[in-house]
Nanobody, 123 residues
Framework: QVQLVESGGGLVQAGGSLRLSCAVS????????MGWFRQAPGKGREFVAA????????KYGDTVKGRFTISRDNAKNTVYLQMNSLKHEDTAVYYC????????????????WGQGTQVTVSS
Protein backbone atom coordinates (compact mmCIF):
# COMPACT_ATOMS: atom_id res chain seq x y z
CA GLN A 1 0.00 0.00 0.00
CA VAL A 2 1.45 3.34 -1.02
CA GLN A 3 1.49 6.21 1.47
CA LEU A 4 1.75 9.92 0.72
CA VAL A 5 2.77 12.46 3.34
CA GLU A 6 2.69 16.19 2.60
CA SER A 7 4.76 18.78 4.44
CA GLY A 8 5.84 22.38 4.08
CA GLY A 9 2.57 24.18 4.61
CA GLY A 10 2.22 27.15 6.90
CA LEU A 11 1.38 30.82 7.19
CA VAL A 12 2.89 33.24 4.69
CA GLN A 13 2.24 36.82 3.65
CA ALA A 14 0.80 37.63 0.27
CA GLY A 15 3.58 37.81 -2.30
CA GLY A 16 5.65 35.27 -0.45
CA SER A 17 6.69 31.73 -1.32
CA LEU A 18 6.38 28.22 0.06
CA ARG A 19 7.57 24.84 -1.11
CA LEU A 20 5.43 21.81 -0.40
CA SER A 21 6.84 18.31 -0.37
CA CYS A 22 5.12 14.97 -0.79
CA ALA A 23 7.04 11.94 0.40
CA VAL A 24 5.92 8.65 -1.14
CA SER A 25 6.53 5.28 0.49
CA UNK A 26 5.45 1.71 -0.09
CA UNK A 27 6.22 1.67 -3.79
CA UNK A 28 8.69 3.43 -6.02
CA UNK A 29 7.62 6.91 -7.02
CA UNK A 30 8.41 6.32 -10.67
CA UNK A 31 5.38 4.01 -10.84
CA UNK A 32 3.04 6.97 -10.46
CA UNK A 33 2.02 10.12 -12.19
CA MET A 34 1.51 12.71 -9.47
CA GLY A 35 -0.76 15.62 -8.83
CA TRP A 36 -1.47 18.41 -6.37
CA PHE A 37 -4.98 19.54 -5.52
CA ARG A 38 -6.31 22.04 -3.02
CA GLN A 39 -9.53 22.58 -1.15
CA ALA A 40 -10.64 25.82 0.46
CA PRO A 41 -13.40 25.89 3.10
CA GLY A 42 -16.81 25.37 1.53
CA LYS A 43 -15.38 24.62 -1.92
CA GLY A 44 -14.64 21.54 -3.97
CA ARG A 45 -11.24 20.04 -4.57
CA GLU A 46 -9.42 22.08 -7.20
CA PHE A 47 -6.71 20.86 -9.55
CA VAL A 48 -3.40 22.65 -9.03
CA ALA A 49 -0.68 20.79 -10.92
CA ALA A 50 0.34 17.38 -12.22
CA UNK A 51 3.49 15.72 -13.51
CA UNK A 52 4.19 12.60 -15.54
CA UNK A 53 6.13 9.62 -14.21
CA UNK A 54 9.37 10.74 -15.78
CA UNK A 55 8.81 14.43 -15.08
CA UNK A 56 9.00 15.36 -18.76
CA UNK A 57 5.56 16.92 -18.87
CA UNK A 58 3.51 19.04 -16.47
CA LYS A 59 0.05 20.55 -16.32
CA TYR A 60 -1.26 23.46 -14.24
CA GLY A 61 -4.56 24.89 -13.21
CA ASP A 62 -5.34 28.26 -14.73
CA THR A 63 -5.31 30.03 -11.36
CA VAL A 64 -1.73 29.00 -10.56
CA LYS A 65 -0.11 28.94 -14.00
CA GLY A 66 3.07 31.00 -14.04
CA ARG A 67 3.30 31.11 -10.23
CA PHE A 68 3.53 27.45 -9.16
CA THR A 69 5.96 24.78 -10.32
CA ILE A 70 5.62 21.04 -9.80
CA SER A 71 8.69 18.82 -9.86
CA ARG A 72 9.75 15.39 -8.73
CA ASP A 73 12.85 13.56 -7.58
CA ASN A 74 12.25 9.86 -8.18
CA ALA A 75 15.50 8.96 -6.44
CA LYS A 76 14.23 10.63 -3.27
CA ASN A 77 10.63 9.41 -3.75
CA THR A 78 9.48 13.00 -3.34
CA VAL A 79 7.30 15.40 -5.30
CA TYR A 80 7.46 19.15 -4.81
CA LEU A 81 5.22 22.14 -5.37
CA GLN A 82 7.03 25.46 -5.45
CA MET A 83 4.54 28.25 -4.86
CA ASN A 84 5.58 31.83 -5.60
CA SER A 85 3.71 35.14 -5.60
CA LEU A 86 1.16 33.69 -3.24
CA LYS A 87 -2.24 35.32 -2.99
CA HIS A 88 -4.86 35.25 -0.27
CA GLU A 89 -7.05 33.12 -2.53
CA ASP A 90 -4.38 30.41 -2.53
CA THR A 91 -5.34 29.67 1.07
CA ALA A 92 -6.46 26.03 1.25
CA VAL A 93 -5.53 22.54 2.32
CA TYR A 94 -3.16 21.15 -0.29
CA TYR A 95 -3.26 17.46 -1.15
CA CYS A 96 -0.78 15.28 -2.94
CA UNK A 97 -2.18 12.46 -5.08
CA UNK A 98 -0.79 9.51 -7.02
CA UNK A 99 -2.16 7.63 -10.00
CA UNK A 100 -1.16 4.44 -11.74
CA UNK A 101 -2.88 5.77 -14.86
CA UNK A 102 -2.09 8.77 -17.02
CA UNK A 103 -1.80 12.29 -15.65
CA UNK A 104 -5.23 13.64 -14.75
CA UNK A 105 -6.72 16.98 -13.79
CA UNK A 106 -9.70 15.66 -11.82
CA UNK A 107 -9.70 14.00 -8.40
CA UNK A 108 -11.31 10.86 -9.80
CA UNK A 109 -8.18 10.21 -11.83
CA UNK A 110 -6.08 9.46 -8.76
CA UNK A 111 -5.79 6.28 -6.72
CA UNK A 112 -4.03 7.49 -3.58
CA TRP A 113 -4.13 10.65 -1.48
CA GLY A 114 -2.18 12.23 1.31
CA GLN A 115 -3.73 13.75 4.42
CA GLY A 116 -3.15 17.33 3.28
CA THR A 117 -1.18 20.31 4.53
CA GLN A 118 -2.64 23.72 5.35
CA VAL A 119 -1.44 26.78 3.48
CA THR A 120 -2.63 30.13 4.75
CA VAL A 121 -1.80 33.35 2.92
CA SER A 122 -2.40 36.55 4.83
CA SER A 123 -3.43 39.59 2.82
Amino acid sequence: QVQLVESGGGLVQAGGSLRLSCAVSGRTLSSYAMGWFRQAPGKGREFVAAITRSGDSTKYGDTVKGRFTISRDNAKNTVYLQMNSLKHEDTAVYYCAATLWAVATTPGGYNYWGQGTQVTVSS
